[in-house]
């Protein structure tokens, strides 16, 4: 399984973007990549998960380059809300992958 | 629609003695997987069931973990006897297609004294 390495943490403040860049050089082919959020006293929630270029759904963007070496999760104008846990995970996005492996993820502190 | 649910959300019990985790997952889910995370840990996989099968158990840390899912619906995870080491959060999860977006529980924290 493709090893993943992201920041520990990082602060920001209400409003602002976040931007959370994750680095998986030994990404398969097969590999979609898949960020989780979680919070305390929660299990992690599914965010966004992609295989390359860009994807954008309601809550988050994932800009993935043409390599697909690293990802980039976005989070439009944080809110103190968004303050949790944010976990970048590499795997077979079909049939066979079913064991998620995940690393320490990133800790976001938004700041009012 | 209804989440996945475990129960408890909390246990605190003595070593040696046993306790049984359950998971309900997202009704027509059949996917099941338990992770757990142990104090300063990363999450870990333990086991992943397809209805009541057992398709992955790599991640089951020792034969006092039992796992089950009879009939294909809600799972147990037993641990017998319970050792310190086991503390940490257990975490259940289901999906509807293999690797695209698990829906996690709250997940039970164990505390084994």
């Known amino acids: 399984l493709a090893k993943t390495t992201q920041p520990i943490s990082m602060d920001s403040y209400e409003g602002q973007e976040v931007n959370i860049t994750c680095s998986h050089n030994?990404?398969?082919?097969?590999?979609?990549i898949t960020w989780y959020q979680q919070f305390p006293s929660q299990g992690p929630r599914f965010i966004i998960q992609?295989?390359?270029t860009k994807v954008t759904n309601e809550v988050a963007s994932l800009f993935i380059p043409a390599d697909r070496k690293s990802s980039t999760l976005s989070l439009p104008r944080v809110s103190l809300s968004d303050t949790a846990v944010y976990y970048c995970?590499?795997?077979?996005?079909?049939?066979?992958?079913?064991?998620?492996?995940f690393g320490g993820g990133t800790r976001v502190l938004v700041k009012p | 629609e209804a989440g996945v649910t475990q129960f408890p959300s909390h246990s605190v019990i003595e070593k040696g003695q046993t306790v049984t985790l359950r998971c309900d997952p997202i009704?027509?889910?059949?996917?099941l997987y338990w992770y757990r995370r142990v104090m300063g840990k990363e999450i870990k996989f333990l086991l992943h069931?397809?209805?009541?099968?057992?398709?992955?158990e790599s991640g089951m840390p020792n034969n006092r973990f039992l796992a089950e899912r009879t009939g294909g619906t809600y799972s147990t995870l037993k641990v017998q006897p319970a050792e310190l080491e086991d503390s940490g959060v257990y975490f259940c999860?289901?999906?509807?297609?293999?690797?695209?977006?698990?829906?996690f529980g709250s997940g039970t924290r164990l505390t084994v004294v």
């Open positions: 992609g295989y390359k």
């Open positions: 999860a289901s999906s509807q297609d293999r690797g695209r977006g698990y829906t």
């Open positions: 030994n990404i398969a082919t097969n590999d979609y």
């Open positions: 995970l590499v795997g077979d996005g079909g049939a066979a992958g079913n064991k998620l492996t």
């Open positions: 069931f397809v209805k009541e099968s057992k398709q992955d």
């Open positions: 009704s027509g889910h059949d996917n």
